[in-house]
């Protein structure tokens, strides 16, 4: 009962697998394909076996007719006999006959007793095919013809016959060979067809079980050791098992520095509340400490590391971000000069652009004296993904060349005489690094500090 049950149910998931159904579509397709090809033949081989048995009998019928001559008597007659040992032999398939009105038919020997039937009353001049009914059932194939010889004003209908017996057999056997031969090729194709989609489909297999191997923990990617149209998919499944280890690897390690930056404010309140003091400056310095760092965290926790769809019009959120900073800086009458192709696109969130430019172009606004350049410049794709250069310059004082990296850090600030928590660049280099691109500050030519990301481009 439970094997009948299932039989259907592992059927149909049989055929909706991916297998199943290159199968079933290879199956169907080469199974029509060797029936057209089947019936094609079959018919090409009974149209040719047909056409040659006309033929010979259209030669017989010139014979027959050019042999023909008219005795004194008025009797038709051949002048030479017509060689073929089956026109002597009783029954053999093979006749003749020539009729006359009002004659008895003049008939080859292979008919014996028996006569070919007639039709006087219409003329056929024109070489015409019938089928009639032969001597002992035959079913015979029929050439008919008037002819009016040059001795005599009388109309003859030349007859020749042939028995339907032998192509018959002829086509039955070619049928039956081509029909092993067709079965034996569908067979062979359904073999070959079943290696071919097991060989071919063997390394989607092998990503099942690596990406089992890769959850249970005994691999860590997929690797590079693919056919050239899986290794796309491989490697994006690679960087998706990247950036999800990236985003773990963050949440911990914010969640880590969360609780160690609370750990020495929360002391000290509790030891306040233990032994108060009535020193308000003192809890108010504490809650702001404990109130940056959970700020802090939020906002890198808040970086989407992923694409948006569509894509974001880089141009237009620049602009956005420009007129925002000269607003901010207005004291200083800050000259933008801002180049960007319009139709660029960034492959991500706009909370995350906006926090990216917006950090490092509120920098360069803050230790600016008077210019800041932004440039965005489209890159080479690699690996299969498209990235843009994203470069912001001011003419500031610049830092010293062991500072450059550091600024990079947690807390490190470019001035400590600029208001600020040293947090933008850090979260700067999160979001960067979580889409996968780079982040670098150099010396900039106009004598400042130089900012370069490297962020996806949407395509």
Known sequence: MTETATAPETGRRFFKSLTGRLLLAAAIWSSASLLIGGYVLSFAFRSYIQMDMDERMGVLMDTMVGASEISTDGVLRFSRPLFDQRFVTPYSGMYWQVSEEGQPAFRSRSLWDHELEADLSSRRFALTFTEKEGPEGQVLRVLEQDVILPE????????????????????????????????????????????????????????GRKLSAIRSGKEARLGEDWPEDLKPLAEEIDGLLEQNEKLVDRARTHVGNLAHALKTPLSVLRNEIQNPTGDQRLYEKQLRAMEDHINHHLKRARIAGGGSGKGLAVYDRLQKLERAIAIMYKDKNLIIDMTCPSPLKFDGE?????????????????FAVSRIEVRVTPLPEKRNRAFFELRVD???????????E?????????????????LGLAIVR??????????????????????????????
Not at 407 to 420: N, Q, S
Not at 432 to 458: A, F, T, W
Request: glycine share 10%; aromatic share 6%.
């Open 430 to 459: 999160d979001i960067v690094d979580m889409y996968g691109g780079q982040s670098r500050l150099e010396h900039s030519p106009l004598g400042g500090l130089s900012v370069v990301l490297i962020l996806p481009e949407k395509r």
């Open 152 to 207: 005599a004003d009388r109309i003859f209908r030349y007859m020749v016959a042939e028995d339907t017996a032998e192509i018959t057999d002829a086509i039955k056997r070619f049928d039956g060979l081509l029909l092993v031969a067709l079965t034996t090729i569908f067979v062979m194709f359904s073999l070959a067809l079943i290696t071919q989609v097991r060989y071919g489909l063997r390394p989607l297999r092998s990503i």
């Open 406 to 422: 550091t600024l990079f850090e947690r807390g490190k600030r470019l001035d400590e005489h600029v208001p600020g928590t040293g």
């Open 350 to 366: 706009k909370e995350d652009f906006d926090e990216i430019v917006g950090n490092i172009m509120e920098n360069a606004g803050k």
């Open 394 to 404: 001011d003419d500031g004082k610049g830092v010293p060349d062991d500072a450059l």
